[in-house]
């Protein structure tokens, strides 16, 4: 069979089969001059991808001429699209927005079954224009999966550092305990040390004496092995289960058990309020989580290969920033990704906070200075944090930022003035902190600069630094230090604002 590719095709032509036989094709320009041989993995009605001797290559259709038993008719074949990782996630989120995505289209959804996958269909025609299914795997095998063309998108707790990233949705781990258990709150070190098997019994984190029983996740699972990765070594669980149901339910049951699970799969247990080792409390609050305050806040990621995906892959990627995604996300029990907004002043806690952790060297004029700038404005939940020792925004603070940039370019913050406001760590002396918090809000305006190239400065928000006059959390830990070097994004009227310079 031999067919010019024309690069218009109806929606079912945006992905092909990711799950048909691999077959032989030649690929050969028009004028003849140049031929590729391989195995077709995919067309999306646009674009050829195939494995050559070369590697994988994806090749502009309209090029091109097609010649092999795999070559797709100028009727397009049915889309296959394919989602791996983690169970709880895949479960709870997919359905939802696969099912918004079609509805955003005018078209139907139909839920998977045991015997048939989900399926959306035109509603005129009674077509199916595409099948669906997600299917649950621990991350190296997902991962596999990504690299060798056998699904199309991986949902996982954590990056791939050979696979692309966005964020869904966040949720929080949070520990849990049975109803009926009277301990009142445990710190993050305490945590940390029961995770690691360090502690038998509840008397030695400040419970009743009685014994503790560890529960947990197969190591396998994708949180699980998010949670091994904050700790810096595997969980030490004595009793573990297959999903966050099951282990909510058994902890629940067991009045002398512990466990930590997401926000969004408490069951019947009770959440056990976190502190950090300075007793500052550490709330999952929806603008703490999305604001990444909260030290074990999960993003949730889609992850996808490094080359170009099909055109109906990338519209649901675009898709999932739209309301009717978040939307979804939040029907599915998941904190969505949509900027919230709070008065600073309804937020007495982080006050309280700079005055009780405000070090030797910060003085009342800085906190003076700090409050200045607080005075009448209100904190968007975007929050931007770096990879550890760089200038890297980390990938939910990518996202983050992408997310601003569309909203500046909406005109979102009309008759608002911004204010990038950065912040530091206790540790070193408090005038090199003050620099290195201008130096990192400035680097958030910059990479928001690149995103925006031809927006006027006085619509971009202005930087502000406050060094560590306002900690989130405790300097003595690693995570603590992390929360507190941060940039935040602060709003006031522009017919207000009395910007405070740094001295």
Not at 88 to 113: E, K, N, V, W, Y
Not at 276 to 305: E, M
Not at 347 to 366: E, P, V, Y
Not at 394 to 417: N, V
Request: with cysteine.
């Amino acid at each position: 069979m031999k067919a010019i590719l024309r690069g218009a095709a109806v929606f079912a032509a945006l992905l092909c089969s990711q799950g048909a036989a691999a077959q032989d094709v030649t690929l050969t320009s028009r004028d003849g001059s140049l031929s590729l041989s391989g195995t077709l993995q995919g067309y999306d009605g646009e674009y050829f991808r195939i494995v050559t001797s070369y590697g994988p290559l994806t090749v502009d259709g309209q090029g091109v001429t097609c010649d092999g038993p795999a070559c797709p008719d100028l009727t397009a074949p049915k889309a296959v699209i394919r989602f791996v990782g983690a169970a709880d996630a895949g479960h709870a989120l997919l359905p939802q927005l696969f099912a918004a995505f079609a509805q955003s289209r005018g078209l139907t959804f139909a839920a998977a079954s045991a015997d048939t996958p989900a399926t959306i269909t035109d509603p005129a025609t009674s077509e199916t224009l595409a099948e669906l299914s997600f299917q649950p795997m621990d991350p190296a095998a997902s991962r596999a999966a990504i690299l060798s063309g056998d699904a199309t998108m991986m949902i996982a707790g954590a990056t791939e550092p050979d696979l692309g990233a966005q964020t869904v949705a966040l949720d929080a781990l949070v520990p849990i305990m049975a109803p009926g258990n009277p301990m009142p709150r445990i710190s993050t070190t305490d945590l940390a040390r029961v995770l690691s098997g360090e502690v038998g019994n509840w008397n030695q984190i400040g419970g009743p004496d009685m014994p503790l029983v560890l529960h947990g996740l197969t190591p396998e699972d994708d949180l699980q092995k998010a949670l091994s990765a904050r700790l810096g070594h595997d969980v030490k669980a004595t009793v573990t289960h297959p999903t966050l149901a099951d282990l909510a339910t058994a902890v629940a049951a067991d009045p002398w058990a512990i466990a930590v699970t997401e926000r969004a799969a408490l069951g019947p247990a009770r959440l056990l309020p976190l502190t950090d080792s300075c007793g500052f409390p550490l709330l999952p609050t929806r603008l703490a989580v999305k604001a990444q305050d909260y030290p074990l806040t999960l993003p949730v990621f889609l992850l996808t290969p490094r080359h170009r995906l099909p055109l109906v892959a990338r519209e649901f990627l675009e898709f999932l920033s739209s309301p009717d995604a978040q939307s979804a996300i939040a029907r599915a029990g998941y904190i969505d990704r949509r900027a919230e907004r709070q008065p600073m002043t309804s937020d007495g806690l982080r006050l309280i906070n700079a005055i009780k952790g405000a070090g030797s060297q910060t003085t009342l004029d800085d906190l003076k200075r700090l409050v200045a700038a607080m005075d009448g404005a209100d904190r968007l939940s975007l929050t931007f944090r770096f990879e550890g020792g760089t200038t890297t925004l980390d990938a939910a603070s990518q996202s983050s930022l992408a997310d601003l940039a569309q909203m500046l370019e909406a005109g979102l913050f009309k008759g608002q003035a911004l204010t990038f406001a950065g912040f530091s760590d206790g540790q070193g002396a408090a005038k090199a902190n003050l620099a290195l918090s201008q130096n990192r809000a400035e680097a958030v305006l910059a990479a928001l600069q690149a995103l925006v190239p031809g927006m006027a400065e006085d619509q971009l928000p202005v930087v502000q630094a406050f060094g560590e006059a306002l900690p989130m959390a405790c300097d003595e830990t690693v995570a603590g230090r992390r929360l507190n070097r941060r940039v935040e994004l602060w709003l006031k009227p522009a017919f207000g604002v009395n910007v405070a310079k740094n001295p």
